[in-house]
C-alpha cells in the first residue's frame, strides 16, 4: 500500500525528478504528477517514465495528499502563491531547498503561518548534471536528508514523509530550522562560495592557463563544486544571507590567523590547527549536528549471530586500557612538553576525550597504531571550545571532565549520546559545587552538564558514599586548580590510575589508607606512557577460556592494578586456571602475560570488597557463574544499575531469553550454576558489555544466539568480532535491516 496516493512535484529538476522517480518506481505513490515552466522537461519526464503524467500547476496539485516543491529557493513565494487556492484538506506540503528559513518566511507571508503538516525539507544530494534527464531513483541512497519540522508537527505527516525518503534510499535527520540553515551554511555554502571565488580568482591570473593545466588532483576535487548552478546558488546565498555572513566573517578571521602564523613561522599554531582538521575530516560525515565528535550518523544497527559450542585458543593482546587511555590524553594535555602515548586505545569514547582536548586548542598528533603525541598547553592553558563538547556514550569522560573544567577560566558543555544522557551526574556536580563550582545538569542531575567558567575553587575533604574511581578522579582533577588540599575518602578500594599517572607527571598525591589527597597549584611534566592492555577486554577472553572445554589462551601484556584484578581474583576463587607470568612495571602500571585453560568453575558468594575491583566485568561473570556448579550470590553491586544500562536486569533478562533462571535483588543477583544455556534472541540495549557477555556465553549455548543492539561494542573494544573469532568464537556480525 503506497505511503501517498498522489504525489505532485512542482519543478521538474534534478532533485524533483530524482525523487519522482524513486517514489514512482519504488511503489511509495500511487500516481505523481508534474508541473514545471518547462513543458519539454516535463514531456521528457513522461517519456522517461519519471512521472505518470503533468499539466497545470492548479490540476496537478488538486487532490494531490502529497505536495513538493522543488524550484529555486528564491521561487518559493511565488509558487506557493500560485498553489494556495488548490492545497488539499490535510495535504502534506514539503520542499527540497538548501535554505529553510526563507521557505518558512514565505509560509506566513502567503499561508498565514505554519501548519502542522507542512514539513519542509532538504536532500543532501546532487550532481554535476541537472535537468529530469539527469534524474536517477538512487540519488538519495546512502545520502542524508533533513527535515525541519515545526514543533506542533503533525506525527502521521512526519512519519509518512520520513518512511517516503527512508524509502529511496537516505537516512534522515531532524533539526530546527535555525539550526539547518547555520549548519549548512558552515558545511555546504561555504565551501561552494570559496570553490567559486578561488576558480574566478586564479581564472583572472595572466599565466591561468599554466596554473589550470598543472592542477593537482586535490584542486581539481575541490573546485568541482565550482560547476554548480550559478542561478541555483545565487538564490541560497541571497536567501541564507544571514548565516552565510557570520560564517565568512569567522572563516575570515581563522584564515587571517593562518596568516598570521605562516609570517611568523609560527609552526606550533599551524600544526595545531592541522591535525585538530585533519581529525574533523576524519569523521567529517560525523560532523552535521554541530557536535565536537559523534558517534556515524550513517552507522546501522548491528546484531551479533553466534552459532553454539567451540573452544578457545591462541596468543592474543586485546586492545589498550580505556581508562588509562582518557587519562593520558587529560594529562599529557594540561602537561608542560610533548607527551608520547603507545597502545592508545583507538575506541570512540577514547577518540571522543581526544577531540574534545583539540576543541580546546590542544596540537594531538594521531592517533596512528596506538600512539599519539600530545603537545601539552600547561595547567592554565586550555582554549574555550567553540561548541559543547560532545563525549559519546563515555561516562569515565564525561565525569573526568567535569572536575578539570569546573576552574577553567571559560564556560563549557559537556553532552553525550542517548545513553549517556540517562546517567546520573549529581554525585560528581554536588561536591564540586562544595568546592565552590557552578554547574548545571539536565533534568534529574543528566546531562548535559553546562559548567560556568571562572569561579575559585577551595579544597574540601569528601567521604564519598559510594566507592566510584570516577568520582574520586573528578574531585582529584578539580583540586590541582583549587586553593588548599582536597581529599577524596572511599569506603572501598577503587581504580588508582589517576593517581599513579599524577605521579608518573610529576605531581605528588598523598596516600593514607582509604584517602587520597592532592594540593593545588601544581604543575604537570610530560612524559612517556606505554598503555597497558585493558584488563576489563580481556575478561571475556579469561572467562571463554574457562568454560570452554579444551581452551588454552595467552593474554599479552595485561594491566594488573591492583584495584582493577577484582575479575581475576573472583574467577580463581571459582576455580578458574589462570596463571600469571612476566610481570613488571611499565609507566607506573603494573603488567603481566595471563594464560588461561578450562576448568571447572563452582559457585560461590563474591567477596563484597572485589566488587568494586571488577564492577565492569560483571556481566561475563554472570556468564561463567551460569556455566558454574552450585549457587553464586553478588551483594554490594548497587552502581552496576548505573552503568550504560542496567546491567543487573538487562543481564537477568537476557539470561532468561536463553533459558537461563536467576533472582535479582536490589543490589546484586543470584545465580544457580549449571542449567543449560539454549538458543535465543537477547536485547542488549546497546551496552557494549552485555552483547560480548553473551558472545561468550555461545561457546556453552545448545543453539544460536542472536544479541540485537551491538554497534556499541566500538565503543571499548573495537575489532571484538575479529578477535573473538580468530579465538574460535563463532560470531558474526551483521547490519540489522
Known amino acids: 500500500m503506497p505511503l501517498f496516493d498522489r504525489m505532485a512535484v512542482i519543478g521538474l529538476g534534478l532533485i524533483g525528478g530524482s525523487l519522482a522517480r524513486a517514489a514512482r518506481e519504488s511503489g511509495l505513490v500511487g500516481q505523481v504528477l508534474a508541473a514545471d515552466r518547462s513543458e519539454d522537461e516535463l514531456a521528457r519526464g513522461t517519456e522517461l517514465g519519471v512521472i505518470d503524467g503533468y499539466g497545470p500547476i492548479e490540476e496537478v496539485v488538486s487532490g494531490a495528499d502529497l505536495v513538493v516543491v522543488a524550484v529555486p529557493v528564491r521561487a518559493t513565494h511565488e509558487v506557493l502563491e500560485q498553489i494556495r487556492p488548490f492545497l488539499a484538506p490535510g495535504v502534506v506540503l514539503t520542499d527540497v531547498g538548501s535554505t529553510k528559513g526563507s521557505f518558512v518566511a514565505a509560509l506566513h507571508e502567503v499561508l498565514g503561518g505554519w501548519s502542522p503538516r507542512v514539513i519542509p525539507g532538504h536532500p543532501i544530494a546532487g550532481s554535476e548534471k541537472n535537468g529530469v534527464s539527469a534524474a536517477r531513483a538512487d540519488l538519495f541512497a546512502d545520502h542524508k536528508v533533513i527535515l525541519t519540522p515545526p514543533e506542533d508537527v503533525d506525527a502521521d505527516a512526519l512519519a509518512r514523509l520520513t518512511s517516503l525518503w527512508q524509502g529511496c534510499g537516505a537516512t534522515v535527520l531532524t533539526m530546527s530550522v535555525a539550526r539547518h540553515d547555520e549548519v549548512l551554511a558552515a558545511t555546504s555554502h561555504l565551501p561552494h562560495l570559496i570553490a567559486f571565488s578561488l576558480v574566478d580568482t586564479l581564472a583572472g591570473e595572466d599565466q591561468n592557463m599554466e596554473i589550470f593545466r598543472y592542477a593537482a588532483g586535490g584542486f581539481r576535487d575541490f573546485t568541482r563544486i565550482a560547476a554548480s548552478d550559478p542561478v541555483m546558488w545565487h538564490d541560497i546565498f541571497l536567501s541564507n544571507r544571514e548565516a552565510v555572513l557570520r560564517v565568512i566573517d569567522h572563516f575570515n578571521d581563522d584564515l587571517a590567523q593562518l596568516r598570521d602564523a605562516i609570517d611568523t613561522q609560527d609552526g606550533d599554531s599551524l600544526l595545531r590547527v592541522f591535525s585538530r582538521a585533519r581529525a574533523a575530516r576524519n569523521h567529517f560525515s560525523k560532523m552535521l549536528s554541530g557536535q565536537a565528535y559523534v558517534t556515524d550518523m550513517s552507522q546501522k544497527p548491528v546484531r551479533f549471530r553466534l552459532q553454539p559450542g567451540g573452544s578457545v585458543t591462541g596468543d592474543i593482546r586485546v586492545p589498550g586500557d580505556k581508562s588509562i587511555s582518557h587519562r593520558s590524553i587529560m594529562l599529557g594535555a594540561l602537561a608542560d612538553g610533548i607527551t608520547e602515548v603507545e597502545g592508545f586505545l583507538e575506541g570512540e569514547d577514547s577518540l571522543a576525550t581526544l577531540q574534545a582536548f583539540r576543541d580546546m586548542g590542544v596540537t594531538i598528533e594521531g592517533p596512528e597504531n596506538g600512539h599519539v603525541r600530545i603537545h601539552g598547553v600547561g595547567m592554565t592553558g586550555l582554549q574555550a571550545p567553540r561548541g559543547p563538547l560532545y563525549l559519546g556514550n563515555s561516562g569515565t569522560a564525561m565525569r573526568l571532565f567535569t572536575g578539570l573544567l569546573a576552574a577553567q577560566p571559560f564556560d563549557s558543555e559537556l553532552t553525550g549520546d542517548a545513553s549517556l544522557s540517562r546517567r ?57 586548580y583549587a586553593d588548599g588540599m582536597t581529599s577524596v575518602h572511599e569506603p572501598a578500594p577503587t581504580r588508582d590510575h589517576t593517581e599513579r599517572m599524577l605521579e608518573g607527571f610529576g605531581y605528588h598525591v598523598h596516600r593514607n589508607a582509604a584517602t587520597a589527597s592532592v594540593n593545588g597549584g601544581g604543575r604537570l611534566t610530560a612524559g612517556a606512557i606505554d598503555v597497558p592492555a585493558d584488563i576489563s577486554s580481556a575478561a571475556f577472553f579469561l572467562v571463554a577460556a574457562s568454560i570452554a572445554e ?26 578458574a586456571d589462570i596463571e600469571v607470568s612476566s610481570q613488571r612495571e611499565i609507566g607506573g602500571e603494573p603488567v603481566a602475560d595471563l594464560r588461561v585453560r578450562s576448568a571447572p568453575l563452582r559457585g560461590i558468594d563474591i567477596p563484597e570488597d572485589q566488587v568494586p575491583l571488577a564492577i565492569d566485568e560483571f556481566p561475563v561473570l554472570f556468564v561463567a557463574a551460569t556455566c558454574a556448579e552450585g549457587r553464586t550470590v553478588l551483594h554490594g553491586a548497587e552502581e552496576l544499575r548505573v552503568k550504560e544500562s542496567d546491567r543487573i536486569q538487562v543481564m537477568a533478562d537476557g539470561l532468561r531469553a536463553v533459558g537461563v533462571e ?57 575489532g571484538f568480532v575479529e578477535l573473538a573469532r580468530q579465538t574460535g568464537i563463532r560470531i558474526d556480525a551483521q547490519e540489522e535491516q
Open 550 to 575: 579444551g581452551s588454552d589462551l595467552t593474554l599479552r601484556h595485561v594491566g594488573m592494578n591492583p584495584t582493577r584484578t577484582g575479575v581475576i581474583n573472583i574467577l580463581k576463587l571459582m576455580g
Open 424 to 480: 546520573p551526574m549529581g554525585r560528581v556536580a554536588d561536591p564540586l559545587r562544595a568546592m565552590g563550582a557552578v554547574i548545571d545538569t539536565g533534568e534529574g542531575g543528566t546531562p548535559p552538564l553546562r559548567i560556568r567558567g571562572g569561579q575559585k575553587l577551595s579544597g574540601i575533604h569528601y567521604d564519598m558514599p559510594v566507592a566510584s574511581a570516577q568520582v574520586k578522579s573528578c574531585l582529584l582533577l578539580a583540586g590541582l
Open 662 to 718: 536467576t533472582t535479582v535483588t536490589p543490589d546484586g543477583i543470584v545465580i544457580d550454576g549449571g542449567q543449560t544455556i539454549g538458543g535465543g534472541v537477547v536485547d542488549s540495549h546497546g551496552d557494549h558489555r552485555i552483547a560480548m557477555a553473551f558472545a561468550v556465553a555461545s561457546l556453552r549455548a545448545t543453539g544460536e544466539i542472536q544479541v540485537n543492539d551491538c554497534a556499541n561494542v566500538a565503543t571499548s573494544f573495537p
